[in-house]
């Protein structure tokens, strides 16, 4: 199975009237979200399942990352994962076939690839306790990991993730 954490791509300050939680994407936001879905695809990594933060910035980077994937990823967006701790992350993957819908419930329909899309610090803690060591990602930055678990509701670890790329917008052409 594959694991992708990735950040919202870059939000807009503009506004100050605006809470956190209703930011939404500036121009190199608009524009990063799809180059990194475009690479996804490129190396093979789109998710089945994308589950995300429920604010503004990240409902659009993920209406972004599905415009360029043609086919919409089935999505659920929570406020739970809102500025999510590391521990809420793995909690809220272990969690993945309750938030699937009805028609993927069934036995073996579970994701291949899940697509966890979240905020800083959370979404690099998340994937530092996975890489056994400090990281950072910078917006629409993202790790993939290559996991030996036969489910979701199994406990991550760097016994059984392994990392197998990680990109950041400004590495792309």
Not at 43 to 72: I, M, Y
Not at 96 to 108: D, K, M, V
Request: with cysteine.
């Amino acid at each position: 199975m594959r694991l992708i954490l990735m950040r919202h791509a870059k939000s807009d300050w503009a506004d100050a009237s605006l809470s956190d939680h209703e930011r939404p994407l500036n121009a190199r936001g608009r524009r990063d979200a799809p180059r990194i879905a475009g690479w996804m695809e490129e190396q093979g990594c789109q998710p089945d399942f994308l589950l995300s933060s429920d604010s503004k910035r990240t409902r659009e980077t993920a209406a972004f990352l599905n415009s360029r994937w043609g086919t919409p990823v089935p999505s659920f967006f929570s406020s739970d994962l809102y500025l999510a701790t590391a521990s809420m992350i793995f909690q809220m993957i272990r969690s993945t076939e309750e938030w699937l819908p009805e028609t993927n419930r069934e036995p073996g329909n579970a994701p291949e690839t899940l697509l966890v899309l979240g905020h800083n610090p959370g979404i690099s803690s998340a994937a530092s306790e996975l890489l056994d060591h400090a990281c950072g990602f910078p917006t629409a930055g993202l790790a993939v990991f290559d996991c030996q678990i036969s489910s979701w509701a199994e406990a991550l670890s760097p016994k059984n993730c392994q990392v197998w790329k990680e990109i950041r917008p400004k590495q792309l052409p």
